[in-house]
Protein backbone atom coordinates (compact mmCIF):
# COMPACT_ATOMS: atom_id res chain seq x y z
CA UNK A 1 0.00 0.00 0.00
CA UNK A 2 1.11 3.15 -0.64
CA UNK A 3 2.77 5.38 2.34
CA UNK A 4 0.15 8.09 3.72
CA UNK A 5 2.10 11.29 3.87
CA UNK A 6 1.55 11.02 7.46
CA UNK A 7 4.38 8.63 7.44
CA UNK A 8 6.85 11.00 5.61
CA UNK A 9 8.66 13.13 7.02
CA UNK A 10 8.30 16.96 6.39
CA UNK A 11 9.16 18.08 3.15
CA UNK A 12 11.51 20.78 4.82
CA UNK A 13 14.19 17.93 6.10
CA UNK A 14 13.97 16.22 3.24
CA UNK A 15 14.98 19.21 1.21
CA UNK A 16 17.61 20.08 3.66
CA UNK A 17 18.91 16.68 3.32
CA UNK A 18 19.30 16.94 -0.63
CA UNK A 19 21.21 20.79 -0.27
CA UNK A 20 23.26 19.35 2.44
CA UNK A 21 24.19 15.78 0.10
CA UNK A 22 25.06 17.78 -2.47
CA UNK A 23 27.18 20.11 -0.69
CA UNK A 24 28.12 17.45 1.99
CA UNK A 25 28.99 20.30 3.86
CA UNK A 26 26.31 21.66 6.16
CA UNK A 27 27.62 25.59 5.80
CA UNK A 28 27.48 25.76 2.37
CA UNK A 29 23.58 24.18 2.29
CA UNK A 30 23.07 26.75 5.25
CA UNK A 31 24.22 29.42 2.62
CA UNK A 32 22.02 27.84 -0.21
CA UNK A 33 19.06 27.58 1.88
CA UNK A 34 19.13 30.77 3.92
CA UNK A 35 19.34 28.92 7.47
CA UNK A 36 22.01 28.64 10.04
CA UNK A 37 24.22 25.72 10.03
CA UNK A 38 22.77 24.75 13.23
CA UNK A 39 19.64 25.10 11.82
CA UNK A 40 20.69 22.44 9.32
CA UNK A 41 22.08 20.29 11.50
CA UNK A 42 18.87 20.30 13.60
CA UNK A 43 16.63 19.32 10.75
CA UNK A 44 19.16 16.51 9.64
CA UNK A 45 19.25 14.93 13.04
CA UNK A 46 15.30 15.16 12.75
CA UNK A 47 15.40 13.27 9.71
CA UNK A 48 17.55 10.65 10.94
CA UNK A 49 15.75 10.51 13.76
CA UNK A 50 12.36 10.14 12.67
CA UNK A 51 13.27 7.50 9.78
CA UNK A 52 15.58 5.74 12.20
CA UNK A 53 18.65 5.88 9.85
CA UNK A 54 21.90 7.99 10.21
CA UNK A 55 22.28 9.51 6.74
CA UNK A 56 25.80 11.15 7.53
CA UNK A 57 28.98 10.39 9.13
CA UNK A 58 30.31 13.58 10.88
CA UNK A 59 33.83 13.91 10.63
CA UNK A 60 36.00 16.80 12.29
CA UNK A 61 36.65 18.22 8.52
CA UNK A 62 32.65 17.60 7.00
CA UNK A 63 30.43 14.86 6.55
CA UNK A 64 30.40 12.19 3.89
CA UNK A 65 27.22 9.80 3.18
CA UNK A 66 26.55 6.56 5.01
CA UNK A 67 25.22 3.92 2.47
CA UNK A 68 21.94 4.28 3.54
CA UNK A 69 22.48 8.00 2.51
CA UNK A 70 24.30 7.56 -0.41
CA UNK A 71 21.23 4.84 -1.59
CA UNK A 72 17.91 7.05 -0.71
CA UNK A 73 19.90 10.38 -2.07
CA UNK A 74 19.09 9.47 -5.76
CA UNK A 75 15.02 8.88 -5.20
CA UNK A 76 15.05 12.41 -3.19
CA UNK A 77 16.22 14.08 -6.03
CA UNK A 78 13.96 12.55 -8.46
CA UNK A 79 10.66 13.15 -6.64
CA UNK A 80 11.84 16.94 -5.54
CA UNK A 81 12.75 17.31 -9.18
CA UNK A 82 9.07 15.71 -10.34
CA UNK A 83 7.65 18.11 -7.62
CA UNK A 84 9.25 20.93 -8.88
CA UNK A 85 8.42 20.24 -12.97
CA UNK A 86 4.35 19.49 -11.98
CA UNK A 87 3.99 22.76 -9.88
CA UNK A 88 5.62 24.70 -12.63
CA UNK A 89 3.70 22.99 -15.16
CA UNK A 90 0.40 23.78 -13.53
CA UNK A 91 0.76 26.86 -11.35
CA UNK A 92 3.43 29.08 -13.17
CA UNK A 93 2.26 31.91 -14.68
CA UNK A 94 1.69 31.38 -18.43
CA UNK A 95 4.72 32.10 -20.90
CA UNK A 96 3.40 34.79 -23.35
CA UNK A 97 5.34 34.03 -27.18
CA UNK A 98 6.72 37.38 -28.18
CA UNK A 99 8.12 37.50 -31.85
CA UNK A 100 10.94 40.43 -33.21
CA UNK A 101 11.60 41.04 -36.82
CA UNK A 102 14.61 42.27 -37.57
CA UNK A 103 17.44 41.89 -40.22
CA UNK A 104 20.12 39.77 -39.34
CA UNK A 105 22.57 41.98 -38.23
CA UNK A 106 20.34 43.52 -36.02
CA UNK A 107 19.00 39.98 -34.50
CA UNK A 108 22.47 38.73 -34.07
CA UNK A 109 24.52 41.37 -32.83
CA UNK A 110 22.24 43.57 -30.45
CA UNK A 111 19.34 41.52 -29.33
CA UNK A 112 21.10 37.79 -29.17
CA UNK A 113 23.68 39.57 -26.49
CA UNK A 114 20.54 40.62 -24.76
CA UNK A 115 18.78 37.86 -24.53
CA UNK A 116 20.37 36.49 -21.64
CA UNK A 117 19.09 39.50 -19.51
CA UNK A 118 15.83 39.44 -20.95
CA UNK A 119 15.20 36.03 -19.96
CA UNK A 120 16.70 36.52 -16.47
CA UNK A 121 13.98 39.57 -16.18
CA UNK A 122 11.15 38.28 -17.87
CA UNK A 123 11.50 34.85 -17.34
CA UNK A 124 7.47 33.90 -18.54
CA UNK A 125 8.52 35.29 -21.96
CA UNK A 126 9.32 33.50 -25.02
CA UNK A 127 11.32 35.12 -27.45
CA UNK A 128 10.96 34.29 -31.16
CA UNK A 129 13.10 36.32 -33.70
CA UNK A 130 11.88 36.84 -37.72
CA UNK A 131 14.44 37.88 -39.90
CA UNK A 132 13.49 40.66 -42.42
CA UNK A 133 15.47 40.06 -45.45
CA UNK A 134 13.53 42.67 -48.02
CA UNK A 135 10.99 45.83 -46.78
CA UNK A 136 8.19 43.81 -48.22
CA UNK A 137 9.12 40.80 -45.26
CA UNK A 138 7.25 43.47 -42.80
CA UNK A 139 3.81 42.86 -44.24
CA UNK A 140 4.69 39.17 -44.88
CA UNK A 141 5.86 38.36 -40.44
CA UNK A 142 3.01 39.39 -37.92
CA UNK A 143 5.35 40.15 -35.32
CA UNK A 144 4.82 41.90 -31.94
CA UNK A 145 8.13 44.50 -32.48
CA UNK A 146 9.77 45.26 -35.80
CA UNK A 147 13.01 46.56 -35.64
CA UNK A 148 12.70 49.57 -38.63
CA UNK A 149 15.50 51.73 -39.65
CA UNK A 150 14.59 54.95 -40.48
CA UNK A 151 13.44 58.55 -38.76
CA UNK A 152 10.82 56.90 -36.10
CA UNK A 153 7.58 57.93 -37.81
CA UNK A 154 5.32 54.92 -39.52
CA UNK A 155 1.87 55.66 -39.87
CA UNK A 156 -0.59 53.13 -37.50
CA UNK A 157 2.87 52.33 -36.00
CA UNK A 158 4.47 52.83 -31.65
CA UNK A 159 8.24 53.83 -31.67
CA UNK A 160 11.22 53.49 -29.75
CA UNK A 161 14.53 54.70 -30.53
CA UNK A 162 16.71 51.21 -29.90
CA UNK A 163 19.97 53.30 -30.96
CA UNK A 164 21.36 55.96 -33.83
CA UNK A 165 23.92 54.06 -35.44
CA UNK A 166 27.36 55.46 -35.88
CA UNK A 167 30.18 54.63 -38.64
CA UNK A 168 33.63 54.17 -38.58
CA UNK A 169 36.25 52.36 -40.51
CA UNK A 170 37.50 49.13 -38.57
CA UNK A 171 39.55 46.38 -39.82
CA UNK A 172 41.40 43.66 -37.80
CA UNK A 173 44.43 44.42 -35.44
CA UNK A 174 47.31 44.23 -37.14
CA UNK A 175 45.89 45.16 -40.67
CA UNK A 176 47.02 48.67 -41.53
CA UNK A 177 49.81 48.42 -39.18
CA UNK A 178 52.29 50.87 -40.97
CA UNK A 179 50.21 51.51 -44.27
CA UNK A 180 47.14 54.24 -44.75
CA UNK A 181 43.90 51.68 -44.39
CA UNK A 182 42.51 54.16 -47.46
CA UNK A 183 44.81 51.58 -49.53
CA UNK A 184 43.34 48.17 -48.27
CA UNK A 185 40.27 46.43 -49.96
CA UNK A 186 37.33 48.46 -48.79
CA UNK A 187 33.87 46.07 -48.05
CA UNK A 188 30.85 47.45 -48.30
CA UNK A 189 27.49 46.48 -47.03
CA UNK A 190 24.24 46.98 -49.77
CA UNK A 191 21.30 48.34 -47.86
CA UNK A 192 19.69 52.12 -47.41
CA UNK A 193 22.92 52.51 -44.77
CA UNK A 194 25.55 55.31 -45.48
CA UNK A 195 28.66 53.95 -47.23
CA UNK A 196 31.93 54.97 -48.31
CA UNK A 197 30.92 57.14 -50.32
CA UNK A 198 29.08 59.31 -47.80
CA UNK A 199 32.70 58.58 -45.68
CA UNK A 200 34.52 59.90 -48.30
CA UNK A 201 32.36 63.05 -48.96
CA UNK A 202 32.24 64.24 -45.30
CA UNK A 203 35.77 64.04 -44.92
CA UNK A 204 36.09 66.46 -48.48
CA UNK A 205 38.81 64.03 -50.14
CA UNK A 206 39.57 63.06 -53.03
CA UNK A 207 36.63 60.75 -54.54
CA UNK A 208 36.68 56.82 -52.71
CA UNK A 209 38.40 53.81 -54.36
CA UNK A 210 36.04 51.28 -55.26
CA UNK A 211 34.95 48.71 -52.59
CA UNK A 212 36.77 45.46 -53.79
CA UNK A 213 34.50 43.56 -51.49
CA UNK A 214 30.63 43.86 -51.12
CA UNK A 215 27.93 42.18 -49.28
CA UNK A 216 24.45 41.60 -48.83
CA UNK A 217 24.55 41.85 -45.07
CA UNK A 218 26.49 43.36 -42.39
CA UNK A 219 27.09 40.19 -40.42
CA UNK A 220 29.04 39.16 -43.81
CA UNK A 221 30.90 42.18 -43.99
CA UNK A 222 32.05 42.00 -40.49
CA UNK A 223 32.43 38.16 -40.79
CA UNK A 224 35.43 39.10 -43.52
CA UNK A 225 36.76 42.07 -41.47
CA UNK A 226 37.24 40.02 -38.82
CA UNK A 227 39.06 37.50 -41.06
CA UNK A 228 41.20 40.18 -42.44
CA UNK A 229 40.00 40.57 -45.91
CA UNK A 230 39.39 44.65 -45.81
CA UNK A 231 38.42 47.49 -44.11
CA UNK A 232 34.34 47.87 -43.25
CA UNK A 233 32.71 51.17 -42.52
CA UNK A 234 31.54 49.29 -39.50
CA UNK A 235 28.29 50.55 -36.85
CA UNK A 236 30.01 51.20 -33.64
CA UNK A 237 26.78 50.03 -31.58
CA UNK A 238 26.95 46.98 -33.59
CA UNK A 239 30.92 46.05 -33.62
CA UNK A 240 31.32 47.72 -29.87
CA UNK A 241 31.99 43.93 -28.25
CA UNK A 242 34.54 43.34 -31.35
CA UNK A 243 36.10 46.60 -30.55
CA UNK A 244 36.32 46.02 -26.56
CA UNK A 245 37.65 42.70 -27.18
CA UNK A 246 40.48 43.92 -29.07
CA UNK A 247 39.32 41.60 -32.42
CA UNK A 248 38.76 45.13 -34.28
CA UNK A 249 40.73 48.55 -34.93
CA UNK A 250 39.14 51.57 -34.78
CA UNK A 251 41.70 53.33 -37.79
CA UNK A 252 39.86 57.17 -37.75
CA UNK A 253 38.85 59.03 -34.68
CA UNK A 254 36.54 60.10 -36.92
CA UNK A 255 32.70 58.98 -37.43
CA UNK A 256 29.88 59.20 -39.62
CA UNK A 257 26.84 60.10 -37.02
CA UNK A 258 23.65 59.49 -38.54
CA UNK A 259 20.29 61.52 -38.02
CA UNK A 260 18.41 58.24 -38.36
CA UNK A 261 18.51 55.29 -36.45
CA UNK A 262 17.11 51.78 -35.51
CA UNK A 263 13.33 51.74 -33.89
CA UNK A 264 11.65 49.24 -32.15
CA UNK A 265 7.81 49.17 -33.46
CA UNK A 266 4.51 48.05 -32.84
CA UNK A 267 0.67 48.27 -33.90
CA UNK A 268 -0.72 51.57 -32.42
CA UNK A 269 -3.41 49.75 -31.78
CA UNK A 270 -2.30 46.36 -29.99
CA UNK A 271 -3.09 45.92 -26.66
CA UNK A 272 -0.06 46.75 -24.79
CA UNK A 273 0.96 43.84 -22.15
CA UNK A 274 2.98 44.45 -19.17
CA UNK A 275 6.26 43.54 -19.86
CA UNK A 276 6.50 45.58 -23.37
CA UNK A 277 8.31 48.48 -21.23
CA UNK A 278 10.70 46.58 -19.37
CA UNK A 279 11.27 44.55 -22.83
CA UNK A 280 12.05 47.48 -24.81
CA UNK A 281 14.33 48.69 -21.84
CA UNK A 282 16.10 46.02 -22.29
CA UNK A 283 16.46 46.52 -25.92
CA UNK A 284 17.27 50.13 -25.58
CA UNK A 285 20.62 51.86 -25.33
CA UNK A 286 20.16 55.34 -23.57
CA UNK A 287 21.24 58.49 -26.15
CA UNK A 288 24.19 60.36 -24.99
Request: glycine letters at 8%; aromatic letters at 8%; hydrophobic letters at 45%.
Amino acid sequence: MPASSRDLPPLEWIRVFETAARHLNFSAAAAELGLTQAAVSQRIRNLELRIGAQLFNRHPRGVTLTVQGEAWLPHVQLALGQLGRSTANLFAAPRRKVTLAASSSVIGLWIVPRLGQIAARLPQLQIACETIHTLTDYDRIEADFEIRFGAGTWPGRGARLIYRDELTPLAAPGLAAGADWRDLPLIATSGPRLGWRDWFDARGGPPEPAPKIRFDTFVQSLQAALAGAGVILGSLPLCAAEIAAGRLDRLSPASLKMETGYWATWDSEAAPFRERDILLDLLTVPEA
